[in-house]
């Protein structure tokens, strides 16, 4: 079982190695993330279980040392083509093994894995192992699918597709925290865009629209256990918020370096998660903190969060350079996926872990800090310039007409 992966992470060396310069340039365009990993591989010195803790690693290696690879091998433009094809597919595959394969494809029918297969009896999960991981995959899926339905070319039939398999799956999944994500995600985007426009129209736009998030927002907050009970929710989300301060109690214990990459939680009652189980109703022994940020905190403590905060302002710095220089909507799709990072890992832990979501992050990280930020005064793009740049005849049109009236940014 263990040959399958050694052989993924040898070949992954090896097309590093076939193109050794540029994955070095690659590499070092981002000493905040190396300096994570780093810290993260390091962890076993202070873990109770440091062989457990390492088996928690090594595929996190593998899957940095494959986003450095797409980093040095690919443009931003052909890794969102890569992943819209790997999220169709998923998308597909779940579709059909939540339609004709019940017994897998939906939780509490037939294939029990885990308990928590009965406490959501009915919500897909497609080909994966839980109903949160299909939503969060379809959420992303649907994302991607609206960047490249906005390709003139043969794959447009392709991503209106794959929206519309993904929302149905992402429906039927049931998770509430991926889709309302997915629209906040979507909310942001006239924000994004006028990031674009000149300091006047800017300042004039954000007074408006700052001020009525806020409102908004408020609102909400106010009707907060009507809005959540309207989605089958409380106000304690789901009991997060009731095992949140046990958590946080752990934390002050070991505050600096925390307790070891995903150390926190293996050996069940036996390891440091009893500490927070014996507060909490029998039965409800949550595998993680359900909270990205509070799962950072334990594994890594101050120090790596620190570091991983760091690394996502700077991220967030040169995803909103990249929304500036480059006016199609590729320019946004990094902007977006770190909003819905942030916000997916509000109430789920899906931020440093061995899998899509990482890779993606990783990925759109090394992209952006090897990529040389071309510099230009607000509004000043050459239309010329972007007509080399730009390679769609289409992307040349919606780009050109945006640029001939900023106000109408928001309809397109």
Not at 314 to 331: N, S
């Amino acid at each position: 079982m263990m040959v399958l992966p050694h052989t993924a992470a040898g070949i992954t060396l090896i097309l590093l190695a076939l193109r050794w310069q540029k994955s070095i340039l690659a590499g070092f365009s981002a000493p905040l993330l190396w300096l994570l990993v780093a810290l993260v591989t390091l962890s076993p010195f202070w873990s109770t279980t440091p062989g457990e803790t390492w088996a928690e690693i090594a595929p996190f290696l593998r899957v940095t040392l494959f986003s450095l690879y797409l980093a040095s091998r690919y443009s931003l433009k052909e890794i969102l083509h890569l992943l819209g094809w790997a999220l169709g597919i998923a998308a597909a595959l779940s579709f059909l093994f939540g339609t004709l394969l019940p017994s897998y494809g939906v939780m509490g029918l037939g294939y029990i894995g885990q308990s928590q297969d009965w406490t959501h009896e009915g919500a897909w999960r497609g080909i994966y192992v839980h109903k949160v991981v299909l939503g969060t995959m379809m959420a992303l899926a649907v994302l991607v699918g609206a960047y490249l339905s906005s390709w003139k070319n043969t794959l447009r039939p392709l991503a209106l597709l794959t929206i519309v398999i993904a929302s149905i799956t992402l429906i039927m999944s049931t998770t509430k925290a991926a889709l309302g994500a997915l629209v906040l995600v979507f909310c942001c985007i006239p924000i994004y865009r006028s990031f674009r426009w000149k300091p006047t129209r800017l300042v004039l736009f954000l007074s408006v629209s700052v001020p009525l998030m806020a409102l908004t927002v408020g609102g909400m907050l106010v009707n907060a256990s009507t809005i959540l009970a309207a989605f089958g929710k409380n106000t304690t989300l789901c009991g997060r918020t009731e095992f949140w301060p046990f958590i946080i109690e752990n934390i002050a214990r070991q505050p600096w370096f925390g307790y070891g990459f995903h150390s926190f939680w293996l050996n069940g009652w036996e390891g440091y998660a009893a500490n927070v189980w014996v507060y909490l109703p029998q039965g409800f022994e949550p595998p993680h903190a359900h909270n990205g940020f509070l799962d950072i905190l334990l594994s890594l403590g101050i120090v790596g969060f620190s570091i991983f905060l760091l690394g996502v302002l700077g991220y967030g710095w040169r995803a909103f350079r990249w929304a500036r220089v480059h006016p199609t909507a590729e320019g946004l799709v990094p902007l977006l996926f770190l909003t819905y990072m942030v916000l997916i890992n509000i109430t789920e832990s899906l931020w440093i872990n061995a899998d899509l979501l990482w890779v993606c992050y990783s990925t759109f990280a090394f992209v952006l800090a090897q990529k040389p930020q071309r510099h230009s005064s607000w509004g000043a793009t050459s239309k010329d310039a972007l007509e080399k740049e730009l390679e769609g005849p289409w992307e040349v049109y919606a780009t050109l007409t945006t640029l001939q009236d900023p106000e109408q940014q928001l309809l397109h």
